[in-house]
């Protein structure tokens, strides 16, 4: 991944949303330490849907450990009157 100050980063900005748009993505510096990374929309879209599965995947895993012993699931019939 490309890095670039952020005095770098105010001249070449236009630039630099092309490469991020292209799906390079960018990290801009502040005294040699990265602060921030610019991503294309798509990238992003991709990133936030990746975490939103993974934070539910974990929410039916601690769910699921809770359940009773003897928990059998949902017959059809209650399926059917939630509907």
């Known amino acids: 991944m490309k890095t670039v100050s952020i005095a770098q980063a105010k001249d070449t900005l236009t630039a630099l ?42 929410w039916l895993q601690a769910w699921r450990l809770r359940l009773p012993a003897d928990f059998e699931g949902i017959s059809a019939e209650e399926l059917a009157r939630w509907g």
């Open 17 to 58: 949303v092309r490469e991020a748009e292209e799906g390079r993505p960018v990290a801009i510096s502040r005294r040699g330490r990265p602060v921030v990374v610019l991503l294309g929309e798509a990238e992003y879209t991709r990133l936030r849907a990746a975490a939103a599965a993974a934070d539910f995947g974990s």
